[in-house]
């Protein structure tokens, strides 16, 4: 959507942020839908705030909102089952569908989906209790990183410098999931780009370098502590910058992203080769969050990026509502 058209608020009509949930990722979600729902009243939108970890879907469908901002992380909010349940609702929703939800909240699924694709993303095994956790670190050399696939904001996930340390690596993914990741480590710099729209429109916001201490981008470091640095726009050459936007809204639109989303990417040191690392539905929109700062670049502030993402709610399976 071209900011230079202006958005007339009040065709939104009664308008529900969803945020909190019962994943893992609540506590974000709730600073995440706290800024949105606080923006969208500042620009004279009848926002309501709903938290779906508390109340329940037949409350959500008796608020007769006619459109939602998904404000939610992690399972429960973002892989695609409360996607699902506004559906059945007739509730036009923001972000992406069901499907591409449900795909994109599977680092395992992703990566599949980014190889058929032909888009590059770091080597990787899928351990169960029944693997040769040697047999996958000789694979995939060391360090290498174990997580959680169905996580996110870094929750469970272990950097593994020895053999020995995997097993402990292991239990704590497996605590979270039934399966585990494990994946080459990529050593270079880190980087997102977000991605506004769908389809042939989608575009790509300036990548935001992210430098954390020692190279320790965890959950502390993401949302509650100031020693992480970012860079918006970053250094980088000309090319090197379209490349990585390119390959963003490549990464979005093969997993069937629409709205908006944020994809995740580390550039090698060693030959400036970039790798995908994840994709976020709903990524976050707290004080600390990625996309906001790659909207500021382009001179779209917080409460008019936040106006942008509920003017693209809809319905996304079926055709001319929403």
């Not at 506004?196 to 300036?206: D, K, S």
């Not at 490349?243 to 989303?261: D, Q, T």
Request: glycine share 12%.
């Amino acid at each position: 959507m071209n900011q230079t058209t202006p958005i007339d608020v009040t065709a939104f009509g009664k308008v529900g942020v969803l945020f909190g949930g019962r994943s893992a990722e609540r506590e974000v979600s709730l600073m995440s839908g706290g800024g949105v729902l606080k923006a969208l009243q500042s620009r004279g939108v009848d926002a309501h705030g709903f938290d779906t970890g508390l109340r329940s879907l037949a409350e959500l469908a008796a608020e007769k909102f006619d459109r939602v901002f998904i404000a939610l992380h992690g399972r429960f909010g973002e892989d695609g089952s409360l996607q699902g349940a506004l559906e059945q609702l007739s509730i036009p929703y923001t972000g992406s569908g069901v499907m591409a939800c449900a795909i994109a909240m599977d680092k395992i699924y992703t990566k599949l989906i980014w190889l058929m694709h032909g888009l590059p993303t770091p080597k990787y095994a899928v351990l169960d209790a029944a693997s040769d956790l040697d047999a996958a670190a000789a694979a995939l050399g060391l360090p290498l990183i174990v997580k959680p696939p169905h996580e996110g904001s870094s929750i469970g996930i272990t950097k593994v410098g020895e053999a020995a340390a995997l097993r402990a690596a292991y239990d704590t993914a497996a605590a979270l999931d039934d399966a585990v990741l494990a994946e080459e480590f990529v050593t270079g710099r880190e980087f997102t780009v977000a991605v506004l729209g769908q389809g042939a429109g989608a575009r790509a916001l300036p990548p935001v370098e992210i430098v954390a201490p020692q190279g320790n981008y965890d959950y502390q470091n993401k949302y509650f502590g100031d020693a992480t640095q970012y860079f918006c726009p970053p250094q980088l050459d000309a090319a090197c910058r379209a490349e990585m936007e390119r390959i963003a809204v490549e990464a979005y639109r093969a997993l069937g992203c629409e709205g908006w989303g944020r994809i995740d990417m580390l550039l090698r040191a060693s030959d400036n080769k970039l790798f995908l690392i994840e994709a976020n539905t709903s990524p976050g929109m707290t004080g600390h969050s990625l996309v906001p700062m790659g909207a500021r670049a382009v001179g779209l502030g917080y409460e008019d990026l936040c106006v942008e993402i509920l003017a693209s709610a809809r319905l996304k399976m079926s055709k001319g509502r929403g």
